[in-house]
């Protein structure tokens, strides 16, 4: 626009323009597009950092659960009086039971504690009486030793004189992520790929003395 003004009797003009500023079609999209790898990029960070947290968590709660069986059954046998009755894994047994020091440890291969069930998992309890009529009975004060969701996969305690050996494999996750879909045998491994990160595999093997009093 054009601007006169008269001072002193001497006209001055001015012209001034107007200069409007924005963003092109074309930056928009650019701008857009570069927001939009940015997204992906954190989206897929987050979610790979959150699989290793979770994979990280069961595979520590799945090595516990293995690692207090363990320290259960060497503590009943270090601590207990008279000979243990040992169990042997054999293809097709899934039902399986052992007492050592005062106490029968009952399990079923293959079968996932639910969490609420008694009698499923792994537990412990006192005997009443000899091992097997131990094992068939409810008796209280009962432990049961899987967290929920949890698996015996293979159990082999065997040995005499003293000296045994306890082999046991724990899985957490449901029977579609494990490599046996029947949630059996010491090879079992979590199977790759879409939600691997839910299971976990943890296998002990430990000698244990027991003491002669």
Do not use: W
């Not at 001072?7 to 500023?21: F, P, R």
């Not at 979770?54 to 659960?65: C, D, E, F, I, P």
């Not at 009486?129 to 049961?144: E, F, N, W, Y």
């Not at 004189?161 to 059996?184: C, E, F, Q, R, W």
């Amino acid at each position: 626009y054009k601007v006169i003004n008269k001072l002193g009797g001497i006209y001055m003009t001015l012209n001034s323009k107007v200069k409007q500023s924005g963003f092109t079609i074309v930056e928009l999209m650019i701008a857009t597009m570069v927001f939009s790898v940015i997204l992906v990029v954190i989206t897929m960070g987050v979610l790979y950092f959150s699989r290793s947290y979770y994979k990280g968590v069961y595979a520590s709660m799945t090595q516990n659960a293995a690692r207090d069986i363990s320290d259960a059954v060497g503590q009943a046998v270090q601590f207990g009086t008279g000979e243990p009755t040992t169990y042997a894994y054999h293809s097709g047994v899934v039902d399986g039971y052992f007492c050592a020091g005062g106490y029968v440890f009952v399990f079923k291969l293959g079968q996932q504690y639910d969490g609420t069930s008694g009698t499923t998992g792994m537990y412990m309890q006192p005997m009443d009486g000899d091992c097997t009529h131990s094992a068939s009975v409810v008796t209280l004060p009962q432990r049961q030793l899987l967290g929920n969701r949890m698996r015996i996969t293979y159990l082999n305690f065997d040995g005499a004189n003293g000296l045994y050996t306890l082999d046991i494999k724990v899985a957490y996750g449901d029977a579609d992520l494990l490599s046996d879909n029947m949630g059996l045998g010491a090879d079992l491994q979590c199977k790759l790929g879409a939600g691997s990160e839910y299971c976990a595999v943890a296998q002990y093997t430990t000698s244990i003395r027991q003491r002669k009093t």
